[in-house]
């Protein structure tokens, strides 16, 4: 590593930084997904034949990757044995009518459960919890949402396996012992809970902040009190889609004999299609091919004027009382929900019509909310974007159904199926005993979080569909094709090179500290555009030899990097802020306002924590 870096650039250097250049250039432009971007990186590298062909592919058999699927299935199991409904009734005997002691306590819940699983699959947990509190007394989502975010990603840093940073902070450190030069002690991985000294620091700055500043900063925002009971005035009020359901017969001198669904739908001033009987057969959402005849009867939804001048222009026959369809509109049944596209979410760039919600699962889109503004005409061309917040209509078992492929958060608060509350005690004792282990060091990390989900497998908590549904393939995807390329960056001597040229523009002898601070500065920088797990593949092995360099703590300088790569609250790069920007209404001057005094919190904690400890 010293020769290549004595001898200026080599080719090998030139590749990987050209290589990584791409990666970066392509994740902030946002063209391209990013798990096709980071298999591209790689396979690069493999042609170019920088990092052999015999290790290209490391990375999916690497204990990073493993770790994450495990916590995946091990949060779902804890998901299903509804946990999480049980939590938002004792938060609401407990906050006894405060806002603030409501505020506390879920924070700091959250932030507990949070090192266990991956910060979105906690988000995804909480967002109905969320709901239910907002729901039930009053205090709108944005006053809950953004320090309920918060405090996940720091308590995420109680444990080596609460985000991707800290997950993949080992492997990297294994990597880097193949250049160390001689002399400087071997790197070695950390323990499941080392971090949980600066986890349990960073978690107590973040209540604090909320509890004495941070509060003040968060305003009032539109009410989201989302329920099945309260769906009429919200929705009216957010996306204007409001009335009553009628039910249309088609005659025979109707226009609308031999019209499809999908025609339907587009003609002008056509009230909202929810349900279609044809025959003896009647069900909500309508696939756009389906036919009607005479007899068809339509469920619509509308103002009462709108929908009988409808009648009127198309000779349908307007009953006001549900003969046909009282029982699939009965709020227990089914109803109008809110869902949030999350950054994992397959729909990511395909049309609703590519997506074939309505024929394939029994959900009709009424409307796309997008930054604020909302889309209900020519939805059905509209490519979905991360954080697009979906109106829909459905059976609540078709939604509940749908919602475990985890393409869609569902926000609302509706009854949902498949709970198996009669598991919790077993699910929590068999998640304590995978805890024990790995904190006991008897077993690898991998190894006691992957005993601890096949226990819940064999106990009937989770079943093995279910623990495939799981996972987030992308998410799995990305880092597994990304630790390649951080490793090719410190065997190419390309991290070394860097980091020399940085210490090239600091002042002659930096301080440790100070180094320490540019470090995670430029990876908080790397983290707003490039995401955590990008940031981190970049910047750990650069840490590591900027800290051989100074004669400093490489495994301090890798862990500050791990940290830093966490710490964006500015920006819905973040996965788990960009959650929460739909639901609660955020816009970005209210992410600069809070987030901004609390990235800086975060930095500070982080930068003294570990000089404490390392």
Known sequence: ???????????????????????????????????????TALIALGLSHVTPVDRLFDGFAGN???????????GAGLDRTGLLNRLSGWLLRRSRGSEQRMLSLTCAIAGVISPTMQNPAVMSLFLPVASRLSSRTGITPARILLPLVSAIIMGGSLTMVGNSPLILLNDLLVSANRNIPSGVATLVPLKMFAPFP?????????????????????????????????????????YGIDGEVFELTVGADSPLVGMSVAEVEVQKGAP????LRTGEESRLAPPGKNMLWVGSVLGMMGPREYVEAYATANKLKLSSRLRQFGDLFNPGLAGISEAVVPPTSRFIGKKLADIRLRSEKGISVLAINRDGHVHRDDIRDLPLRSGDMLVLHSIWTALAQAARERDFVVVTDYPKEEQRPHKLRIALVIFAIALGLALSGELPTTLALWAGATGML????????????????????????????GAAMDNSGAADWLARGLLDLLPRHPSLFLLQLVVALITVGFTLV????????????MAINIAIAASGNPTAFAMIVALAASNNFLSASNPVIGMVVGPAGYKPIDLLRVGGPLTLVYLAVVLVMVNVMF
């Open 1 to 39: 590593m010293d020769a290549a870096s004595s001898h200026g650039l080599t080719t090998e250097m030139v590749v990987v930084l050209c290589v990584m250049a791409f990666t970066m250039l392509m994740f902030m432009l946002d063209r391209i997904r990013a798990d096709v971007v980071a298999l």
């Open 64 to 74: 990073a990757v493993i770790s994450v699927m495990a916590t995946m299935v091990l």
């Open 198 to 238: 600066i986890g349990l620091a960073l978690l107590g700055a973040c209540l604090a902040y909320f509890r004495f500043f941070g509060a003040r900063l968060l305003r009032e925002g539109e009410d989201k009190n989302i329920t099945p009971g309260r769906t009429e005035s919200y929705f009216a009020e957010t």
């Open 272 to 275: 909202l299609l929810l349900a």
């Open 458 to 485: 064999l106990a009937g908590v989770i079943n093995m569909d279910e623990a495939y549904s799981a996972i987030s393939w992308k998410t799995v995807f990305l880092m597994a094709c990304l630790i390649p390329i």
């Open 530 to 541: 490039i995401s955590q797990v990008g940031a981190t593949v970049v910047m750990v092995p």
